[in-house]
């Protein structure tokens, strides 16, 4: 694929191999993450890979880093053509965070990153979307299936998937959402998926899948398999 897609969160998990995945399909992958080191290992493994790919140290709860970063991708080939906010935190383990034993730090914070981080990402980026551009919000079905104990963390992803059908509503671009399932990622403690293997399925959603299938829509494991099988 041509153009330049952004990742924030690239530094680990989901993220991580959403970049990869991209770059495998020969997009330019500007990365994001706090983590300056793991995210320069990341880029230094695509590159090794062949891949194309730039790392930038950025707070996705920090509206002027996803300013900076949004304006430094769209130098790379004069905009871009995908957008993927990845960048998500949690404060304790899955399934043993009842939401009225949480602490307020604990809530804000996971809100500021979920949820903010989502919409300052898309926001910063609109200026520099590619008219055929976009946005891919990684979600998962605690956003719309109660589970005792998932705290603020599943607060934050019903509001991501929010931001995704209000952006989709007011943007040229189509913004929607890729449930890939549980992953094994730190925010899971480990259950799940391999990352790698559910990775593809934002690269099918960013360059396959009809804008109206995309657009202020969910789309899961069972569509991407009836899709590409």
């Known amino acids: 694929m041509d153009g330049t897609t952004v990742v924030t969160g690239a530094s680990r998990g ?11 399909e020969g997009a330019h992958v500007v990365c ?121 963390y599943a607060v934050a992803k019903a509001g991501a998937e929010a931001l995704a059908r209000g952006f989709a509503a007011d943007l040229d671009q189509p913004v929607g959402v890729v449930d890939p399932g549980l992953v094994a990622t730190r925010l899971t403690g480990g259950a799940g998926r391999d990352p790698a293997d559910v990775a593809p399925m934002f690269v099918w959603a960013a360059t396959e899948v009809e804008p109206a299938e995309l657009n202020g829509t969910v789309l899961d494991l069972k569509a991407w398999k009836r899709a590409t099988r």
């Not at 989901?14 to 495998?24: D, K, M, P, T």
């Open 14 to 24: 989901i993220g991580e191999h959403v970049a990869r995945a991209f770059a495998a």
């Open 32 to 152: 994001c993450a706090r983590d300056e080191d793991a995210l320069e290992a990341v880029v230094a493994d695509i590159e090794a890979d062949g891949g194309n790919a730039s790392g930038h140290r950025a707070d996705v709860r920090d509206e002027y880093d996803m300013e900076r970063l949004m304006e430094q991708a769209a130098r790379v080939d004069g905009g871009i053509s995908a957008l993927v906010p990845c960048a998500a935190t949690i404060h304790g383990d899955p399934g043993e965070m009842p939401l009225h034993e949480e602490s307020y730090a604990g809530f804000d914070d996971t809100l500021r990153t979920d949820v903010r981080g989502v919409f300052a990402a898309v926001k910063e980026a609109v200026p520099h979307l590619a008219p055929d551009a976009r946005v891919v919000v990684p979600s998962g079905s605690v956003a719309r299936e109660s589970k005792a104990g998932m705290g603020s």
